[in-house]
Structures are given as C-alpha cells and as structure tokens.
C-alpha cells in the first residue's frame, strides 16, 4: 500500500470518530476531564486493538462455529477495552464524579473503533477500490463504530451508577456491565453476518435505538447523588 492510501485509510478511519468524540463529550461540559486524560484514554482504545487481533485470530484458529467466534470475539474486545479504561481513567485522580466513567468508556472506544475502522478501509484501499473503501468508512461510521460506544458505555454507566457505593459493589458492577456489554457486542455482530444486504440498515437501527438510550442514562448518570444515611 502506498503511503498516500495508508495516509487516506488513517484519515478516514480517525477523524469521523472525532465526530463522536465532540458528541459525547458535550455531555460533561460543567465538569470536564483533562484533556491529557482523554489522550491517554482514546491512544489506549487504539493500543488495544492490536491485542484483540492477536487474540482474535488465536480464536480463529480453534473455534469454526460463528456464534462461539463472535462471542468470543466480542468478550475479547470488551474485556481489553475495560482494561485500557481501568488502567487509564478509573485509577486517575480526575474520576471523581459518576459521570466520568461514562466518559473514559466512550473515548476509549471511539479510540479502539478508530484504529478499527481504519484497518478495514486499508483493505479495499489497497485492491484499488476506492468507492468500497468509502463505503465501508461511511457503515462503520454509522455502525461498528457506535456498537463501541454503546456497550462499553453500558459498563461505564454501571460503574457510575454505583460510584458511591463500596468497592466490592463496585466491582460486581463492572461485571455485570462487561457481560450486558458483551452480549451487546455479540448480538449485533451476529446480526450483521446473518442480515441480508437490505435488512443491515435495520441491524443498524437497534444501535441507534441505544444511543438514544445512552443518552437518556446520561441524564440519569448526572443526577447520582451519595446516600444520605
């Protein structure tokens, strides 16, 4: 692949996720995180993926049955996204609101979908097929890439929620939102390889149906107050 596609596929692949990235974080415009947080939080989404690849294929390499692949699949990627926002945003002095685990899900997922996106256009790229490439930009767009931000924050929302609450709350917390994130991930990539050409629109459209949602539990994220005992 020539420099200049790979150059076309990064663009293609980071920017629109910066449309995102603007999106959600207008959610947490009276108490905003430091933006060297947010770096850190989107790069460590981007580092993960190259995890989730090498796991992916091991995966590839034993399993055959697709609905065992893509859930494992899905709990791969899942499970090294929670990684990168514990490591990152959870332990940072700057979590000190329910709404902040919400907010370090979302960029790391828009950073892992980021980095996704852009090695799925690098493909069509470099046959040549530069239509299929913005095709494929534009779904993802509007699909993979808001799968991301949908179930990892689900277990942002969980740990929030429960931000008050004692560390062990806190930990079943986090599970329980990695599995509903999970079997998120998983629904939908299953969807998507049994949906025919006319019906991927409306695998898409649950997807929107959870941002939607996402934005509702945002409002509810906003107003978790400690107990008063």
């Not at 996704?116 to 069509?124: A, V």
């Amino acid at each position: 692949m020539s420099a200049t596609a790979l150059l076309y596929a990064l663009l293609s692949g980071v920017l629109p996720s910066f449309i995102w990235l603007f999106f959600w974080l207008r959610e947490d415009r009276q108490h905003p995180e430091p933006r060297s947080l947010l770096v850190a939080c989107f790069f460590g989404g981007m580092l993960a993926v190259g995890a989730a690849a090498f796991a992916e294929k091991y995966v590839a390499d034993i399993y055959t049955d697709p609905t065992i692949r893509y859930t494992l699949w899905a709990a791969i990627e899942e499970i090294l996204k929670f990684i990168a926002i514990a490591a990152i945003g959870l332990r940072s002095m700057s979590n000190d609101e329910p709404i902040d685990a919400m907010i370090y899900c979302i960029v790391v997922a828009i950073g892992f979908a980021a980095l996704e996106n852009t090695l799925f256009i690098m493909d069509p790229l470099a046959g040549g097929e530069i239509a299929k490439s913005i095709i494929t930009g534009n779904m993802r767009f509007i699909g993979a890439t808001l799968l991301h931000i949908v179930s990892s924050a689900t277990i942002g929302f969980c740990i929030g929620y429960f931000f008050y609450h004692g560390r062990l709350v806190k930990i079943i917390a986090a599970i329980v939102g990695i599995l509903a994130a999970i079997a998120i991930h998983t629904a939908f990539n299953l969807s998507i390889v049994e949906a025919s050409a006319a019906d991927t629109l409306k695998t898409f459209s649950w997807i929107w149906g959870g941002v939607v949602i996402m934005i509702i539990l945002f409002e509810e994220i906003k107003v978790v107050r400690p107990k008063l005992w």
